[in-house]
């Protein structure tokens, strides 16, 4: 089959498009044809490599996806051939304590496809068929796979573990990225007011689109000081912080006391600092997640499916052109997710 991997760590530069060999479907397994993946910013982390990290190589990215079961293994019985699919990233062993008590985000032996394991990148993925959600007759495979991942997560963190409430403020740290758009889009849907800061006004105004009833230019406005004067000195009761070390500090100021901060990445740089009086002062909640269980991805993929929820896709690249993608990925001007199509 035709596939992008790489076979070194690197930069853009090290992906390639070639032929690796068609997985099968082993038992309790379906074997996907894939008609659309999405590029997510871990596909960057795991293609620049991390200390400990280890893959065999050459590696297969691509987190998100949707097709077509093309095979199937022994025993399997939710899916069939022909059945069109959505893929749920996360992957649990199905048989430890966390996965038997539906946690499959906290198992054992956890692993997120495209990262531990071969991901989506490719014509065919073999799969266990647990991981995979029917899409509806109709429902394009490019919008199932720009939503998969994303709103997952996003999900999880804020509904799941940050247990938002109708009539709450949340406020989002960035407005252009996956994760944050869909953010913005749930915390509406929960009847929350929500705050966005951003890096210039075009993405605001689309953040605004999304839901963004607040809207804050950090070029302009030190957005610490701006959330302290629009909420009469109160803070927020929720934010929503995936950037980290150039903005945890200013996100313990901006909410309130008694209030959540919840994090799912951390997008400029890993390791920071924090004063830990505001943690404990202002009786703050910091709160961490990373994908979410087959409940959330079922749950927030039926929304998706109904129109509530729609992962904006900033471009399609054919998957020959995986490396422009992610070249356009390191720049950052996109709003959205890069589709891309075998
Ligand atoms: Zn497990």
Avoid at 190 to 195: H, K, L, N, S
Wanted: net charge positive; proline share 4%; hydrophobic share 45%.
């Amino acid at each position: 089959m035709k596939a992008a991997f790489f076979a070194q760590h690197g930069g853009p530069e090290v992906i390639e498009y070639g032929d690796r060999p068609t997985p099968e479907a082993q038992a309790g397994e379906a074997l996907v044809q894939i008609k659309a993946a999405a590029v997510n910013r871990v596909d960057k982390w795991i293609r620049d490599g991390w200390p400990g990290l280890k893959l065999r190589l050459p590696h297969i990215l691509g987190s998100d996806g949707a097709g077509v079961v093309s095979a199937v293994g022994q025993g399997v019985t939710r899916v069939k051939l022909g059945d069109r699919v959505a893929i749920n990233t996360n992957l649990g062993c199905g048989k430890c304590e966390r996965c038997l008590a539906g946690q499959d985000n906290l198992c054992l032996h956890w692993e997120l496809i495209g990262e531990t394991v071969d991901g989506t990148q490719a014509e065919y993925l073999a799969i266990p068929e647990r991981q995979l959600l029917p899409l509806p007759a109709g429902f394009p495979f490019e919008e199932a796979a720009a939503a998969g991942l994303v709103f997952h997560t996003a999900w999880h963190s804020l509904i799941t573990r940050g247990q938002l409430r109708a009539g709450e403020s949340v406020l989002i740290v960035g407005a252009g990225g996956g994760v944050n758009t869909a953010a913005i889009q749930i915390a509406r849907y929960a009847g929350c007011r929500v705050y966005v800061v951003g890096s210039n006004e075009a993405k605001l105004e689309k953040a605004q689109a999304l839901g963004a009833e607040v809207l804050i230019n950090r070029a302009q406005d030190d957005w610490g000081k701006k959330i302290f004067q629009l909420t009469d000195k109160r803070g927020v009761d929720v934010v929503v912080d995936n950037v980290g070390a150039a903005t945890l500090m200013t996100s313990l100021r901006a909410v309130r006391r008694g209030g959540r901060v919840l994090t799912v990445g951390n997008t400029s740089g890993p390791k920071f600092e924090f004063d830990n009086r505001y943690l404990f002062s202002k009786h703050i909640s910091l709160i961490g997640s990373t994908m979410g269980t087959w409940a959330d991805f079922a749950q927030v993929m039926a929304l998706v499916f109904a129109g509530k929820f729609k992962a904006p896709i900033d471009s399609f690249f054919p998957l020959a052109q995986t490396r422009a993608a992610h070249e356009k990925l390191e720049r950052g001007d996109l709003f959205g997710k890069i589709v891309l199509t075998p």
